[in-house]
Each structure stands twice: as C-alpha cells, then as structure tokens.
T-cell receptor, first 113, second 116 residues
Framework: AQSVTQLGSHVSVSEGALVLLRCNYS??????LFWYVQYPNQGLQLLLK??????LVKGINGFEAEFKKSETSFHLTKPSAHMSDAAEYFC???????????FGAGTTVTVRA | SAVISQKPSRDICQRGTSLTIQCQVD?????MFWYRQQPGQSLTLIAT?????????ESGFVIDKFPISRPNLTFSTLTVSNMSPEDSSIYLC?????????????FGPGTRLTVT
C-alpha cells in the first residue's frame, strides 16, 4: 500500500523567497512520486515526477524535488517564488508503472508581494 | 501529453436529480479514470474505465451511484445519480500516458458540481 503525507496545509511566502513544500511517503515497493499543481478553478498539471532514475528531478516553472529514500521524502522546492506560483500543490505516489495514484491532502501556497 | 476536455465545467443541481459528466481526450487511450475532490480535500479515485469492459470501482463507490460509460477509446461519461448535497465536489477525469520518463497521468479541468 502507498500513502503520502504533506506537512503543512498552507504555506505563505514572500515574492522572491524560497518555496519549500514537504512530502513524505510510505510504500511497500519502490515508488513513483509526483507533484501536481492546481491553479484556481483548473484541473491538475504535472510539475515533475520521480520514476527511479535521477534522485534530483527538475520540473516546469523552476520547481525541483529530491527523492531521499533514507528519509522517505520527496520535498518540492523553488528558489524564488513568483506571484503566479499561488496555487494548491499535491504530492502523489504510485507503485511503478501503476495507475493507482494516492494523493496527499494538498498544500495551498500564497505569495505575498 | 494528452488534451482533455470536460463538460459541463460547472453545474448547480437539485437534490434527487442526476448529472452526466463527459470527458473527451484528443488521442486514443486504454485507461481513463474518474476522481472526486470534495471541498478542501484531496483527490479520491472513484473508478477506472476501460473501453469494452465494465468500470472498476474503488472501495466506497458503487455503480448504482456513479454509473460510467466508456463507448470508445477517446470518450467516457460519469453520472452522479440521485444527488445529495454531499455529492458537491469537483469531478475530474484523467488518462494515462507513457513517456520516455515513464508513466504519468493527465487531468482534465474538472467539473464543479454544487447540489442544493
């Protein structure tokens, strides 16, 4: 079975500051891990994914995440926040090449000018 | 990546009625998925729809309440039957995709349903 825990339901950052969203996973098999972003009144867009290749994954819009097996973590970061980063972010886990995504509860990011 | 559209984008319905949500994808896909996102919550998988076979429902979801059709490889519908206010949610469809980087899912824009 797989599950994810996102620490912090809401994160507020200043424009230009570091964005750090935390995700810890539990999986009985080597997992695939994903970060999705949901802008207001829109569907989910894939930011990046880890599928057992490089542990540091770079995604769209300047985001990256690092898979740390020893910490069972897949935290999402962006060095400098933009106002357009205000959205809800979901971490998800699945078994390798399996459609069964398990989503975290989500983290809402607000960006202060 | 696949381009997915959903109709309607939003609706307000009276309790006891039913609403059918359509999902159209711009390429042929084997598996389509339906998710529910209740207010302020994460996504929960309702069912998996394969063309030519009955949908597979997750625990807590039943066919009588959420009948699904999958008539071809680019289209699916989800019906929310005998609605109650607890069915107020965003309903999203998704499709699988396989890229050089491995498996991923693409999501539609969602249907925002309010039941009064």
């Amino acid at each position: 079975a797989q599950s994810v825990t996102q620490l912090g339901s809401h994160v507020s950052v200043s424009e230009g500051a570091l964005v750090l969203l935390r995700c810890n996973y539990s999986s009985s098999v080597p997992p695939y891990l994903f970060w999705y972003v949901q802008y207001p009144n829109q569907g989910l867009q894939l930011l990046l994914k880890y599928t057992s290749a490089a542990t540091l994954v770079k995604g769209i819009n300047g985001f990256e995440a690092e898979f740390k097996k020893s910490e069972t973590s897949f935290h999402l970061t962006k060095p400098s926040a933009h106002m357009s980063d205000a959205a809800e972010y979901f971490c998800a886990v699945s078994p390798p090449n399996d459609y069964k995504l398990s989503f975290g509860a989500g983290t809402t990011v607000t960006v202060r000018a | 990546s696949a381009v997915i559209s959903q109709k309607p984008s939003r609706d307000i319905c009276q309790r006891g009625t039913s609403l059918t949500i359509q999902c159209q994808v711009d390429s042929q896909v084997t598996m389509m998925f339906w998710y529910r996102q209740q207010p302020g919550q994460s996504l929960t998988l309702i069912a998996t729809a394969n063309q030519g076979s009955e949908a597979t429902y997750e625990s807590g979801f039943v066919i009588d309440k959420f009948p699904i059709s999958r008539p071809n490889l680019t289209f699916s519908t989800l019906t929310v039957s005998n609605m109650s206010p607890e069915d107020s949610s965003i309903y999203l469809c998704s499709v699988e995709g396989v890229t050089a980087g491995g498996y991923e899912q693409y999501f539609g824009p969602g249907t925002r349903l309010t039941v009064t």
